[in-house]
């Protein structure tokens, strides 16, 4: 049973993930990304995993982060298709790590001294669509950086 | 530009989790967990994303772990519907956590130092199956941990 307390701890705190993350589906009409015009796509949040990561900035503290994709992006995955065809998007969720001293608390029982790690704000979403005509400049990928729903400068998306 | 190459290298990266894990979902007749009598639901890695985690094992090692949920999850987490209603069922992947030194080497212009993580080989992946009748000596829930399609053996499922 203390098992499943930990996995029933885990799925309560990820509730206010999924609930956090409800708005940021894009509108028709939303602002667009400087120089690619990449807009949020509706729905991306309900997109099929493809992988997660942790970065470690120095000095900056730690990100969680998910790679989701589009149905295009995630058959091209799993078929080993490349270059990937146009359609396909693929979106990176970035969040920042916290501590979760209530897994701590019931993990250190079978595993003493371990440390959990749970999402907490989330940082930003970035986007990449492929589309092999419109983006021929940049290899074929457009790219988007949003934070609360706006696009970063052109700045950031130049680099 | 550099964005984009750390996000595609990131996205190559992640296509073996994808094709590695294709294997896993379900078939009728697979084995199920002791006790429980859980087997793996059937296409489990296509569902949608509830949240990700970071877990560090004192001396052990650090995984990287993902929960999805299927559409009963996941609809009563956005509405934020408690006590999750029967059917819904939460799956955890856990990945071992490994250094990625292409990620880093791109990350390391913009960003001097980071250091950046992502999924090794899967280390077992775990579901939990509401089900308040069938289950009701454990609060309703049910349990299964499998390691390449293998359940545990039941005094792991004990605890």
């Known amino acids: 049973m203390k098992?499943?307390?930990f996995l029933l701890l885990a799925a309560a705190t990820a509730a206010g993930v999924v609930a956090?993350?409800?708005p940021a589906s894009g509108h028709p009409g939303e602002e667009a990304s400087p120089i690619y015009g990449v807009t949020i796509p509706?729905?991306?949040r309900d997109w099929k995993l493809i992988a997660v990561k942790q970065l470690h900035f120095a000095g900056m503290g730690e990100q969680l982060r998910a790679q989701v994709g589009n149905d295009i992006a995630i058959k091209a995955f799993k078929e080993g298709t490349l270059p990937f065809p146009d359609?396909?998007?693929i979106a990176a969720i970035h969040w920042t790590q916290v501590t979760s001293e209530?897994?701590?608390?019931?993990l250190d029982v079978p595993f003493p001294g371990t440390k959990s790690f749970v999402v907490g704000s989330r940082v930003n979403v970035q986007f990449m669509v492929k589309d092999s005509k419109r983006y021929a400049a940049t290899?074929?990928?457009g790219f988007a950086d949003f934070t609360d729903s706006?696009?970063?400068d052109k700045a950031l998306h130049e680099t």
Chains 1, 2 share one sequence.
């Open 3 to 5: 098992r499943i307390a």
């Open 139 to 141: 290899g074929g990928w």
């Open 42 to 44: 509706p729905g991306y």
């Open 102 to 106: 209530d897994n701590n608390k019931v």
């Open 150 to 152: 706006k696009p970063g």
């Open 87 to 89: 359609g396909a998007i």
């Open 20 to 22: 956090s993350t409800a």
